[in-house]
T-cell receptor, first 114, second 117 residues
């Protein structure tokens, strides 16, 4: 089975802090994604990556950056956390057959910025 | 642009009732995939089904069934004889074949299903 893990289930940070959310997958998938989920808005794509060191902006990249130094790990970075970044963050991965493989999700990180 | 609409924000049923979750999508592409995911209270999204745009056959898996109709751009999900464990948020999603989107998912806003004992 595909396994996608995220470093924390719950995280509390203060405004202005730099925050790292880590995601690791064990299926040698090329493609990885970061979404945020907010009530009534569904899931919105922040960034995605199709290879090591490669990244593409999603629909709401402002205030975020990403890092993919190794194939299995995709990090989401909040350079200076703000209260409006309080949300549920979900990571996903899928294989090289970009148009046929299914995205598998991690358990999510619920981030609160005070 | 791609869009997925789940008009039902919340649905409540009593155990053993059948329930249908609606999903309507918009895309100009002719080749695409449609998905349903389940999000239980634990938070993790669980993959349920993927459907190819060229395959309009309905699918049944146990108590779950899916009705894909290209003519109405709909991909509805029915749970037969619902159970309390079916309580979750259900998301419909779309991905494109081809182009630069690399199979990213476009999600609907989700339907919260509550099944009462």
């Amino acid at each position: 089975d595909v396994k996608v893990t995220q470093s924390s289930r719950y995280l509390v940070k203060r405004t202005g802090e730099k925050v790292f959310l880590e995601c690791v997958q064990d299926m040698d998938h090329e493609n990885m994604f970061w979404y945020r989920q907010d009530p009534g808005l569904g899931l919105r794509l922040i960034y995605f990556s199709y290879d090591v060191k490669m990244k593409e902006k999603g629909d709401i990249p402002e205030g975020y950056s990403v890092s993919r130094e190794k194939k299995e790990r995709f990090s989401l970075i909040l350079e200076s956390a703000s209260t409006n970044q309080t949300s549920m963050y979900l990571c996903a991965s899928k294989g090289e057959t970009a148009y046929t493989d299914t995205q598998y999700f991690g358990p999510g990180t619920r981030l609160t910025v005070l | 642009a791609q869009k997925v609409t789940q008009a039902q924000t919340e649905i409540s049923v009593v155990e053993k009732e059948d329930v249908t979750l609606d999903c309507v999508y918009e895309t100009r592409d002719t080749t695409y995939y449609l998905f349903w995911y389940k999000q239980p209270p634990s938070g993790e999204l669980v993959f349920l089904i993927r459907r190819n745009s060229f395959d309009e056959q309905n699918e049944i898996s146990g108590r779950y069934s899916w009705n894909f109709q290209k003519s109405t751009s709909s991909f509805n999900f029915t749970i037969t004889a619902s159970q309390v464990v079916d309580s979750a948020v259900y998301f419909c999603a779309l991905s494109l074949r081809g182009g630069s989107t690399l199979g990213r998912l476009y999600f609907g806003r989700g339907t919260q299903l509550t099944v009462w004992p």
